[in-house]
């Protein structure tokens, strides 16, 4: 809880055990193991302020930090850049080197109990209920009431089995959990209960990091996997040494080039233009030969004019004249917010299989998406968009206490005719498993063309019962990247990086899902762009490229 210390007029951070872990302990042994957290001074840990038992309740206060957790941070992000995740690990590392040397073991970290303040410190929170490694007190330990403190996903083998011998190295292991999610999204190990998480860790290796994040150096790789060892002694001795391996990776920079050419969507004028570089004395800087940059400088301004023109005009080419004009406005998420993704998905399919049949001309994706929310009437959005027929849709997923899911679609295909009021030509709602959801879409999209009067062949029908995946996993991973991936545009690395993330998680789980495929290789070459120009992104895009290739060479893709 938030409350207010009254006697020093402040802020504090309230925790309060719950009755069974209070009845558990006891107030003696409780008070014993908050004097031994109350000791800990160190830069990186949230110290202990008071303690006491009121009214049965045990409880302690902290300094009210101003941030938020670890947790809070992997929630809104998914995926952290690769040197937030090391700071942070290494700073929790420092933190848990100061407290074993004090003989306290930490035995509950975890997201929650890693706090971000707002100048960008690392504080680890909860040491209140850590064992205290005393051998005076060797008899009086925690773990005598069958207690087992921790968190699964988080827990070291040797603390899962409720061992006495759980000293340092536990605290090790549990940081490097910590890190595998905040470089990958996810701890090593996951499953649908305690029980399954910790068979998993003992009988299943630790899932390769470079696998799931390309740009992961192999050093990180190899400390991340040294901290995660099953047995302790082929762990990192000591939180120190785990550090000082995270402390000598080396990331390669972004680099910053000479010449600034921004891709060109739309006339600059002098007062946006961005301002000259400046290079010291003693910035090395390579020079191109004069043609060559300027070949350069000419392709880039053509690629800026080319996606300017397209994305100014409604993709409909001459040949398409005479074909019906549909625009797939974004669908309405009706569910959780959390789940808005999941209907931007929707709609980019039912209008990826809409474009492949013939008789059709589908406005493009960038040109719809600016009616997301609009309050403009239909005539007004066909008129500007050319469209004889908008398409619309609500999107609930609903995710029931049993584990299972529900996705309910209702959509309405609206004719627009100039001097006419618009008409509901064909509406219809869904309601289906989750399993079942790309036949939603095509069905959405065979009876959007039916109400069209477009004449569909077999291989049209076909092409509208294909899936993408047979991976919901993968597709969900998928269409996460795709929400994340639309601030690609601007030139911000992290949220390219977070896209990446998603992607590659997608190809993991799916090693012949080419959209991943495809957007991974495209999302790689502009972060190569755009962030870290080196050699490894630039080997992962033009591999992933190969395999889209290698998969579809057919494909426009």
């Known amino acids: 809880f938030l409350a207010h210390d009254l006697k020093h007029d402040r802020p504090v951070a309230l925790k309060v055990l719950l009755p069974e872990l209070a009845a558990s302990m006891g107030a003696d042994r409780f008070q014993r193991e908050i004097r ?10 949230l110290t202990v302020l008071d303690s006491g038992a009121t009214a049965g309740q045990l409880w302690f206060t902290m300094p009210y930090v101003e941030g938020e957790s670890l947790r809070s941070r992997l929630t809104r992000e998914g995926q ?26 930490h035995r509950d970290i975890k997201p929650e109990n890693i706090l971000l303040t707002s100048d960008g410190s690392t504080l680890v929170a909860d040491f209140g209920i850590a064992r205290a490694l005393d051998a ?3 008899g009086q330990h925690l773990t005598q009431t069958g207690m087992t403190v921790g968190t699964p996903q988080y827990m070291s083998p040797e603390q899962a089995a409720g061992g006495r011998a759980v000293d340092e190295r536990s605290d090790i292991y549990s940081l490097g959990c910590v890190l595998y999610e905040m470089l990958v999204g996810e701890p090593p190990f996951t499953g649908t209960s305690a029980a399954v998480i910790l068979m998993r860790r003992i009988s299943e290796p630790v899932p390769s990091l470079r696998k799931l994040r390309s740009n992961v150096p192999e050093a990180v790789e190899n400390a991340t996997q040294r901290a995660l060892a099953q047995v302790p002694g082929d762990r990192f001795a000591t939180a120190a040494a785990f550090a000082e391996a995270l402390e000598t ?17 739309g006339p600059t004028s002098a007062a946006q233009a961005p301002a000259a570089p400046t290079v010291t004395a003693s910035a090395p800087r390579r020079r191109l030969p004069t043609a060559a940059m300027m070949l350069g400088l000419g392709f880039l301004v053509g690629l800026g004019v080319l996606f300017a023109w397209r994305r100014n005009h409604s993709g409909i080419d001459a040949e398409d ?21 999941f209907a931007d998905g929707m709609t980019d399919e039912v209008r990826g299989k809409l474009s492949k049949l013939p008789g059709l001309a589908v406005i493009a994706r960038a040109s719809s998406n600016e009616y997301r929310r609009t309050t403009k009437p239909p005539q007004q959005i066909a008129r500007e968009l050319g469209a004889d027929y908008l398409l619309t849709a609500t999107v609930r997923w609903e995710k029931r206490a049993d584990g299972t899911s529900r996705v309910r679609v209702s959509p309405e295909l609206v004719r627009v005719a100039p001097g006419a009021a ?6 219809e709602a869904f309601d289906a498993a989750l399993t079942d959801v790309f036949q939603v879409q095509g069905d959405i999209a065979g009876k959007v063309a039916s109400a069209m ?32 991936s639309q601030g690609i545009g601007t030139t911000d690395p992290a949220t390219i990086r977070r896209a990446i993330g998603f992607y590659e998680q997608a190809v993991a789980l799916d090693s012949t899902f080419l959209q991943a495929w495809v ?11 755009v962030g870290t120009a080196n050699p490894a992104m630039a080997e992962a895009a033009r591999q992933a490229a190969e395999r889209v290739t290698a998969l579809a060479p057919e494909r426009p893709e």
């Open 136 to 138: 005076a007190d060797a």
């Open 249 to 265: 990776v080396v990331i390669t920079p972004p680099a910053t080039p000479t010449v600034g050419v921004p891709l060109i969507t």
């Open 36 to 45: 031994f957290a109350a000791r800990l001074q160190h830069p990186h840990i």
């Open 453 to 484: 009067n477009v004449a569909l062949g077999a291989t049209q029908k076909e092409s509208l019962t294909e899936k993408p995946t047979a991976n919901l996993a993968a597709y969900d991973a998928f269409l996460k990247g795709e929400a994340a």
């Open 80 to 105: 952290l850049a690769l040197k937030d995740a090391l700071r942070i690990a290494r700073e929790a590392a420092q933190a848990l080197h100061y407290a074993h040397q004090h003989q306290i073991v």
């Open 321 to 341: 004249a005479g074909a019906r004009r549909v625009a797939v406005l974004p669908f309405e998420n009706l569910g959780d917010s959390s789940a808005a993704y």
């Open 422 to 427: 618009p008409t509901t030509t064909w509406q």
């Open 519 to 529: 957007q991974l290789a495209r999302s790689d070459a502009y972060y190569y762009y």
